[in-house]
């Protein structure tokens, strides 16, 4: 394993605020994060233990009736004792089962998001909305610190990506992307900042834009490192129909691929992820 995370909400959202444990994890889910793992029940069942063996962290999601605005987190172990009805079983509990009959659980944390109305409606109250928007985003940058932990304690190398391009808003945004991913990233404005760069950091894969202080920078930036036997795969940023325009012959660029602007960054993280799986 290498740190995967299980998120697990549970709640009635049939009970208003209560259904903020499924709600957090409604919206992990829909983010696709890697390495996540989300699901989400009215309650806690037996049946979620051999998942926890499964992971190294794990994150139970409820609603609390008192907990400190906007939410609280704690470290939970397994129980010693077991106490459960056939309709609810504590986290601790799961914990013990899956200790039990499953092999021992990652570390386990109880994360409880403030609520104040649980009568029979629908729909969070506008103070529990509050709260879980803040518990989204602590979760999200939990998980990052996470993820970067289990990569420096594996030894894990980051790979590292190369931007070139002379818009800092678009550099800036394949920074936010690449980073959130696990990449180590690097920067050039130009063509010629971009080869002495490249040639200090050796980076594992290289996006370079197409049109920057001349109108075929790019293509003159991917011939060079051809020609200086760079062994990473080299990417083109192109706007639409620049490809089409300047007649770019891909291979004899010794480009790996061309992404048209604006960028898919599910497409990006993809494809560099799938080229440099193996290397």
């Not at 998001?113 to 629908?122: H, V």
């Not at 959130?180 to 980076?203: D, H, T």
Request: hydrophobic share 45%; net charge negative.
């Amino acid at each position: 394993m290498s740190g995967r995370i299980f998120v697990l909400g549970y709640g009635n959202p049939g009970r208003q605020d209560d259904g903020l444990g499924p709600a957090l994890a409604g919206r992990l889910d829909a983010m696709a994060l890697p390495d996540v793992t989300v699901d989400a029940d009215y309650q806690l069942n037996i049946e979620d233990a051999p998942a926890l063996a499964e992971h190294d962290t794990v994150v139970f999601v409820d609603a609390s009736v008192d907990a400190p605005e906007p939410f609280t987190l704690s470290r939970i172990r397994p129980a010693s004792e077991i106490a459960f009805t056939s309709h609810s079983v504590s986290a601790e509990s799961i914990l013990a089962i899956c200790e039990d009959h499953f092999g021992p659980p990652g570390e386990a944390w109880l994360l409880g998001i403030r609520g104040y109305q649980f009568e029979m409606a629908e729909g969070l109250t506008p103070e529990a909305a509050r709260n879980l928007d803040e518990a989204v985003a602590f979760v999200q940058l939990l998980i990052r610190a996470w993820k970067e932990k289990a990569m420096e304690s594996s030894g894990a190398h980051k790979k590292t990506i190369l931007t070139i391009d002379d818009d800092p808003d678009i550099r800036a945004a394949l920074r936010i992307v690449l980073e959130a991913e696990g990449f180590s990233v690097g920067e050039a404005s130009n063509g010629e900042e971009g080869l002495k760069v490249a040639e200090r950091i050796q980076p594992d894969a290289i996006i370079v834009d197409l049109m920057m202080e001349n109108v075929d920078s790019g293509s003159v930036v991917a011939k060079k490192l051809k020609e200086s036997a760079y062994a990473g795969p080299v990417y083109m940023l192109s706007s639409a129909g620049d490809t089409v325009r300047y007649n770019l012959d891909a291979r004899d660029l010794g480009l790996a691929g061309i992404f048209q602007k604006p960028i898919d960054p599910k497409t990006l993280v993809a494809t560099l992820k799938a080229k440099l799986k193996n290397k």
